[in-house]
Every structure is written in C-alpha cells, then in structure tokens.
C-alpha cells in the first residue's frame, strides 16, 4: 500500500513514524518533506499548496491513501482535489477546513449553536474598529480572520496596544489578507489545554489531552512561538472536565458542523481554556497540532492508519482506539533568535540511540551531511509511565542531539508538575 503525507514538519514526521508500524504500508511519500525525514519517508520537492502537482504526483505514483496534514492546503481544498481524482484522503474537505480557516466563521458557529467561547465582535472596518475599542474591556484578544501562520493573534494588555494591534492587521497588513477581518473577543483566564480528536463526520473521539509552550523563553517568558515543548496528558483536563467537553463542546461542534452542511472528518482540534465559569473553546483547528502531535501519536497504541482510514469511511464508531496510560514530554530545539531573526545551515547531529524518538521539523540535506534549515529545527520526545520520568528522559535525549546556536526551553512540564503537587 502506497501512502502520501502532505506537509514537512516535525507534526508530518511524528505522523510519518507512526504510519510506519502498520505493515501493509509498502512506501510512504512525504511532500515535501525534509531533510530529517529521509529515512523514515521518500521526501518530494512538491509543496504543501501545490495542490495541482500533487494531485498529479498521486495519480502518477497511484497513491492508495493521502493524509493532508497542514492547514494551507485543507483549507485551499486539497482533499476535495484529490478526491475528485479517486484518491481518499485523512482530512477535511475545504468546506469544514473553515473552521479554522475563517476565526469569523468559527466565532458565528459557536454563537448559533450555543458552544461556549469567549463574547466577541466582528469587524470589517478598522473606524469602527476603533471606536469600539474606546469602551471595550481591557484586556483583550484580537484575531486576523484567516490563516496567519498560528501568529494572527495578539493579546493586547492595554488599550494603546489593542489600538496598535488592529491598525497592524487591518491598515498594514501584516497578516495580508487575513486582515481583512478581524475579531475582537473577551481575554479569557485560566490554564490552557489542547484537545485533538478524531471524527468522521459521526462520532468524536478525544485524543489523550496535551499542553503546550507558546513562549519562547523559560517561564512563560518571550515572543510567542509555534510551540516551544509539550507535555501529554494535561493535569487541568480532568475526567470531570473531559465529560463536560464532551457533552457541551465536542459532540455540539461536531452537530453543528452537520447543521451547517460542512461535515468535519479527520482530526478537530479543540484549543481550550479551563475558566472558572468551565471550559471555552478557544480556537479550532482543523488538523493535528504542531507540536501536540509528537507527544499525543507516541501514546497512541491503535493502528494510526486504520483509524484515519475509519474517519474517512465514516465506521470510526466501531474502531477501537487505545492510548497507554503513561506520559510524554516533547522539548523542541530551536536556531538561536528563533521566532525573530536566526542563522541556520549548521550541521545537525542526532545520536543513533535517539533517532526514533526525534522528529525533525527544519532540516535540510547538504549531500550526506544534515544541516539546520529553520527556526524550530526539531523536538525530542520521550515516554514514560509518569510525567516526571518523561521530562527528565526527553531531556536527556536533548544532549544526545546538536548543532550551532541551539537553544531551548529548560522548564518544559514544570507548570504541569507544579498542578500535580
């Protein structure tokens, strides 16, 4: 069996490697891949949004199963594209990628069909924009519309960078067209926590809960990032917590997605704030998270394959998904300077004994010799039946790795043990 994953970071590796236990898998094709994932997938020089040349390549290559694993391309319609060719896909058509494609629509959606969220306002003219922020309480949350990389949101914590933030999105540009419009919503407080699920459409089912590290520096200190560590599970998201979500979150979005005539299969992923007034959704996405999915797949004890291929056949209800009980913890070592300016280019060194437990997200191949290639270069996972043995492992693979000018987070998980004490 031939499969293709589209995509060619550290999620698509972490993806890659656990397709990689199903045996009937012959080839496993990553477009484009990276440098790091060369031994684990035949990498092609074909991009994510290329989605004419990559149908093309799965016809050529009779591709059996696709996996469409970044944002740009579900929301561009990759899926539908590949489908019309006859070729069946993990991922949502184009029609529910909205639902992290447009923050507006995904803000509308929960407003209509009760899902809690934080009160917001949508805006398409920056005067008006503006005058809100006059009166609106302070602090608060504004959003590009559209796809911005994960960066299209800015937590102003005074009314002067609220001003700065909409005039950036909506005058500048920053965020392009994602700026066109914006949502202006509630600052929600209360620990976060990420919550990816498989659906067809159906029935959902909750992967093992994670936490992410935003910022870039130790303490929760720095710029924002693409995610600097994870932890799986997340001590916030109790059991009681998780029937609660499921009851007023997961199922109603999942309905409501139905309602609206935009069918959601594939993986849904929840972004939630535990507030005192219970859980709110935060955002939605419409994949697995980066990097969520290098701590959430290393538990999984189900055959990945066979369960996207459920959500794609619509008999999700009758697989059996297991996740161990244990923990993982996921470190990610990034260029120095990261997310800002870096220098990359350097030659990157993974030891043998932790190979499999590495997955690479920026990497290149410079004839033999592997070198750094992006800002978040890759993240170190490590298992084990508690969370505290999980950090200390993944940290202890962290030495094993190395290149020039890297730099990383050394309190991945402590908040997490902190609220098990």
Do not use: W
């Not at 200190?221 to 009681?240: H, K, R, S, V």
């Amino acid at each position: 069996m031939k499969v293709m994953v589209v995509g060619g970071g550290g999620r698509e590796h972490a993806i890659i490697k656990k397709l990689k236990e199903n045996k009937e898998i012959t080839s496993i094709y990553a477009l484009p891949g990276n440098g790091g994932m060369a031994e684990d997938a035949i990498c092609v020089n074909i991009g994510a949004k290329d989605i004419e040349n990559i149908v093309d390549f799965a016809v050529k290559e009779k591709i059996d199963y696709a996996v469409v694993a970044p944002d740009d391309p579900l929301v561009l319609g990759a899926v539908d594209a590949l489908n019309e060719v006859g070729i069946d896909c993990f991922g949502p058509n184009k029609a529910a990628a909205i639902i992290e494609g447009s923050k507006v629509f995904s803000k509308n959606l929960m407003k209509k069909y009760n899902i809690p969220t934080a009160e917001y306002e949508v805006f398409s003219n920056i005067e008006d924009a503006l005058k809100y922020l006059e009166t609106a309480p302070i602090p608060t949350v504004i959003k590009a519309d559209g796809l911005a990389l994960g960066k299209g949101v800015i937590i102003a914590m005074t009314r002067d960078e609220a001003i700065n933030a909409v005039r950036s999105m909506m005058e500048d540009k920053v965020f392009g067209e994602s700026g066109n419009n914006i949502v202006i919503e509630e600052f929600l407080e209360g620990p976060e926590v990420s919550v990816l699920s498989f659906t067809d459409g159906k029935t959902v089912v909750p992967m093992v809960s994670s936490m992410d590290h935003k910022r870039a520096l130790d303490g929760d200190n720095g710029l924002n990032t693409g995610g600097m560590g994870t932890i799986a599970p997340n001590p916030y998201y109790t059991e009681d917590i998780a029937k609660v979500c499921m009851e007023t979150i997961f199922k109603p979005t999942i309905n409501a997605m139905n309602s609206e005539g935009r069918t959601f299969k594939g993986c849904l992923y929840f972004g939630l704030m535990i507030t005192k007034n219970g859980p709110k959704v935060i955002e939605y996405n419409c994949r697995f998270g980066d990097p969520e999915t290098q701590v959430v797949l290393p538990l999984l004890e189900s055959d990945l394959l066979e369960i996207m291929k459920a959500t794609t056949y619509g008999t999700l209800k009758a697989e059996d998904v297991k996740f161990s009980n244990g923990s993982a913890a996921c470190v990610v070592m990034a260029s120095s300077g990261y997310p800002q300016k870096y220098e990359s280019g350097f030659e990157l060194k993974i030891d043998d004994s932790v190979k499999n437990k590495v997955y690479v997200a920026g990497a290149k191949l410079d004839g033999d010799v592997l070198k750094t290639a992006g800002g978040r270069v890759l993240g170190v996972t490590a298992t084990a039946q508690n969370l505290e043995d999980a950090i200390n492992k993944a940290y202890e693979n962290v030495n094993k790795v190395s290149f020039a000018n890297a730099f990383y987070r050394k309190d991945i998980g402590a908040k997490a043990l902190n609220a098990r004490r």
